[in-house]
T-cell receptor, first 115, second 108 residues
Framework: EAEVAQSPRYKITEKSQAVAFWCDPISGHATLYWYRQILGQGPELLVQ????????DSQLPKDRFSAERLKGVDSTLKIQPAELGDSAMYLCASSYGTGHTDTQYFGPGTRLTVL | GIQVEQSPPDLILQEGANSTLRCNFSDSVNNLQWFHQNPWGQLINLFY???GTKQNGRLSATTVATERYSLLYISSSQTTDSGVYFC??????????FGAGTRLFVKA
């Protein structure tokens, strides 16, 4: 069964350093999502791509976060510089269509710890 | 924006018991999903259910869109059902909003 791949699974970094997360969606899925999940809370959508275009990035802290999906397939989420409050699980998901009528499938996540 | 509220926040069950989890949303939605997050953090799809009723084994879900709520039923609970259950609503503005989750612990 096809799965969403993410790497790394765990990342420990010091504040002010740069970090990057990678996501490979299920083959053929046009929509890709990045979520942040703080411990004890539900996931919060950071950015949504339709193919290579950003559909929504209203919750992305653009002063330090950036996301790209250059060829409309895999995607990278970057944080520079990392802050203590960025410690969280970063989840990637994909869906076949726009998401309005499609199930979102999640990857295993990247757990980030900022020291 | 739309608010998604889940209840109860925490639930402890004896193995074999049944339970009902509730998800209320404050506005009309295009999509409603239920997920189970296991202890390793993986979110697993349970149901895509914008309206109506679906069943999958011991789990079933019902969404009454006109009254803005969805229910997840777990029957004959097992220890492996432990974890956090989330509902997520997709609004007309393409935004997916998750509830805060229901933390379930099933005792052997």
């Amino acid at each position: 069964e096809a799965e969403v791949a993410q790497s790394p699974r765990y990342k420990i970094t010091e504040k002010s350093q740069a970090v990057a997360f990678w996501c490979d969606p299920i083959s053929g899925h046009a929509t890709l999502y990045w979520y942040r999940q703080i411990l004890g809370q539900g996931p919060e959508l950071l950015v949504q791509f339709q193919d290579e275009s950003v559909v929504d990035d209203s919750q992305l802290p653009k002063d330090r976060f950036s996301a790209e999906r250059l060829k409309g397939v895999d995607s990278t989420l970057k944080i520079q510089p990392a802050e203590l409050g960025d410690s969280a699980m970063y989840l990637c998901a994909s869906s076949y269509g726009t998401g309005h009528t499609d199930t979102q499938y999640f990857g295993p996540g990247t757990r980030l710890t900022v020291l | 924006g739309i608010q998604v509220e889940q209840s109860p926040p925490d639930l402890i069950l004896q193995e074999g018991a049944n339970s009902t989890l509730r998800c209320n949303f404050s506005d009309s939605v295009n999509n409603l999903q239920w997920f189970h997050q296991n202890p390793w953090g993986q979110l697993i799809n349970l149901f895509y259910i914008p309206s109506g009723t679906k069943q999958n084994g011991r789990l079933s879900a019902t969404t009454v869109a006109t009254e803005r709520y969805s229910l997840l039923y777990i029957s004959s609970s097992q220890t492996t059902d432990s974890g956090v259950y989330f509902c997520a609503a997709l609004t007309g503005g393409f935004k997916t909003i998750f509830g805060a989750g229901t933390r379930l612990f099933v005792k052997a």
